[in-house]
């Protein structure tokens, strides 16, 4: 009997190998033959299941948003604005996995700036991300976390704001070097500077 193969998940697994490929070489070794390579695949089969290489790049795109989901799902419980530095760090390139999940948002915001659907299939995105870290924001704030003076959705516009900026800039920055560390402490001081419950007066 002819293999009975799940669409869904290969099609998953095509777009993993698209990450290792970015996070291995850099987005411009992404081709239908590099990622049928690096998938144990023939290019015949990637492209059954992806036509063209912006269609591959789509999907990997949304599989990274399902991903940084999922790590945020494992943040351990506990104050609500250590957990929002934790939830922030996982969307930082600190390690192959986020740092190709940063390389293919932002190639992927490239291409949006000049193509209309991509445009707006990243706002859905970003609108998302915002409302999750406004929610968020709203119930620290209820629990005297973080700072309730300010709207919550304009904290939220600015988290989201400092985690994409911090999250480019870091890749530029070789882990444990000088550059590394300093962009890691200024990221913590303007979360602190910017969360922190202000003391009565």
Excluded: N
Aim: net charge negative; hydrophobic share 50%; proline share 3%.
């Amino acid at each position: 009997m002819p293999k009975i193969v799940d669409r869904e998940q290969r099609r998953r697994e095509i777009a993993e190998a698209v990450l290792r490929l970015i996070a291995r070489e850099g987005i411009e070794a992404v081709s239908v033959r590099t990622v049928a390579t690096e998938a144990g695949l023939s290019a015949g089969a990637v492209q059954k299941y992806f036509a063209t290489r912006d269609e591959l790049f789509r999907f990997a795109f949304d599989l990274t948003g399902e991903y940084i989901e999922q790590r945020w799902m494992r943040v351990p419980q506990g104050h609500l604005l250590t957990m929002l530095r934790a939830l922030v760090a996982e969307a930082l390139p600190l390690d192959d996995q986020r740092r190709a999940e940063v390389i293919v948002v932002l190639a992927f915001a490239a291409r949006a700036a000049v193509l209309p659907e991509w445009a707006d299939h990243l706002r859905e995105g970003y609108e998302f991300m915002r409302a999750q870290t406004a929610d968020f924001l709203g119930q620290a704030q209820r629990h005297g976390h973080v700072r309730d003076d300010l709207d919550a959705g304009k904290l939220a516009d600015v988290v989201v704001a400092l985690t994409d900026g911090f999250a480019q800039h870091l890749l530029q920055a070789p882990p444990g070097s000088e550059l590394h560390r300093r962009l890691l402490g200024s990221l913590e001081f303007a979360l602190t500077e910017l969360l922190a419950p202000r003391a009565a007066e």
